[in-house]
């Protein structure tokens, strides 16, 4: 086996403990297995028809046919690389393969039914959107609703903690820390909410789409009822119908598409995280023996929200190509997209990685109170806001620019300062009062 310190990915080496479950969906290994599970479950599907050459197979076989994809291994998946050696073709050698092994299950004058009537593209476009459907339910999922269980969490302990917000980088009026927060998870959900309903979907149709090897041998059989049945109720994935030879992809780039947006807002996630560390609005917690750079020891770096921002990156560099790529093919067909498709897995990869670097930054935040209360109490001229309005429904002439000369520029407003000016204005001593019960902290809206 490859020692990892050769990898040329860093997804199969520097980052294989984080990402080694992909490899049940996503390898060379899995892609074969995912392969040799339609062609069994297709020819299960034709002996169920049935079709009448079929209907001497013993059904109680079904579970030793299926249990050849359940229990593949490794040496399995090296027999049929072996055979591919002299085929120079991948899903051929998948069909010799199960036709030997139903052999000695004496299934002998039955196996030309393996592979009946299929193009190649039947199966590869079947059992890479099964292995995208289950890897992202089963290693995806998990980890991305765990983040967002994490900052549903953080949104409600930080409800109420007034934060100073910020515009074009410059002070405005306060927020509240939670619900800037909270502004992720409703963005994440909504997209959540959008991947979940997008379908899985798949082409089964024969060399150019139209079942003519099925249909020239089987006239009187409802093909397309079977095909949809086939892929939907034993697959659970979603036909498409009419295509060529090969699956148009659109729904593969609407799911690559909206992977795109979750790390798009994982990106100003961690961007906003990082600027609030830099503010010292939350320190990290140290690990003994963590070293955070190699000429200042104080240095505590946000080395997480950094490494999830990269690997976002790199993901979304990839679902681009993905998406923009996978529906161009040239007439009824063209390889193109065969070898791009091996790669739907690396940014599912990059992805999975920054997910965990996210949840590791999260989990060592810790919130610096102080900080957050200096900046509120160093920036009393964000209340000019609440003023100037109060202002406007008392009628008084001219409140934005009377509220613009005080506090535009370079002087300093404190809380002096604004309760100075309170006291200078022409209205009545309840509205004054109103006025100078509010404070940055406590002017952050609902």
Known sequence: MLDPLMSISPVDGRYRAHTEQLGDYFSEFALIRYRVRVEIEYFIALCEIPLPQLKGVDRSLFTAMRKIYQEFTLEEASEIKSTEKITNHDVKAVEYFIKERFSKMGLERYIEFVHFGLTSQDINNTSVPLSLMEGIRDVYMPVFDNLIAVLRKMEQEWAQVPMLARTHG????????????????????????????????????????????????????????????????????????????IEHYDNLAALFD?????????????????????????????????????????????????????????????????????????????????????????????????????????????????????????????????????????????????????????????????????????????????????????????
Not at 197 to 215: E, I
Request: with cysteine.
């Open 170 to 245: 410059q002070p405005a009026s306060p927020t509240r820390l939670g619900k800037e927060i909270g502004v992720f998870t409703a963005r994440l959900e909504e997209q959540k909410s959008q991947l979940t309903a997008l379908p899985y979907p798949a082409k089964f149709g024969g060399a150019t789409g139209n079942m003519n090897a099925h249909h020239v041998a089987y006239p009187s059989i409802d093909w397309n009822g079977f095909t949809a049945h086939f892929v939907e109720s034993i697959l659970g994935l979603k036909r498409s119908y009419p295509t060529t030879q």
């Open 258 to 446: 909206n992977l795109k947006r979750i790390n798009t807002i994982l990106i100003d996630l961690c961007r906003d995280i990082w600027t609030y560390i830099s503010m010292e609005y939350f320190r990290q917690k140290v690990k003994a023996g963590e070293v955070g750079s190699s000429a200042m020891p104080h240095k505590v770096n946000p080395i997480d929200f950094e490494n999830a921002e990269g690997n976002l990156g790199v993901a979304n560099a990839l679902y681009e190509h993905l998406a923009a790529k996978l529906p161009l093919s040239r007439l009824q067909r063209d390889l193109t997209d065969s070898t791009v498709l091996r790669t739907v897995g690396v940014p599912l990869a990059h992805s999975l990685l920054a997910l965990k670097s996210l949840l590791k930054g999260l989990d060592k935040l810790i919130l610096n109170h102080p900080a957050l209360e200096a900046d509120l109490d160093a920036n009393w001229a964000v209340v000019a806001e609440a003023i100037q309005t109060i202002l406007r429904r008392e009628s008084y002439p001219n409140p934005y620019e009377t509220l613009k000369e005080l506090t535009r520029g370079n002087q300093h407003i404190s809380a002096a300062s604004i309760a100075a000016f309170i006291d200078t204005l022409d209205v009545s001593e309840e509205v004054k009062k109103e006025l100078r019960a509010i404070t940055p902290h406590n002017y952050t809206g609902i």
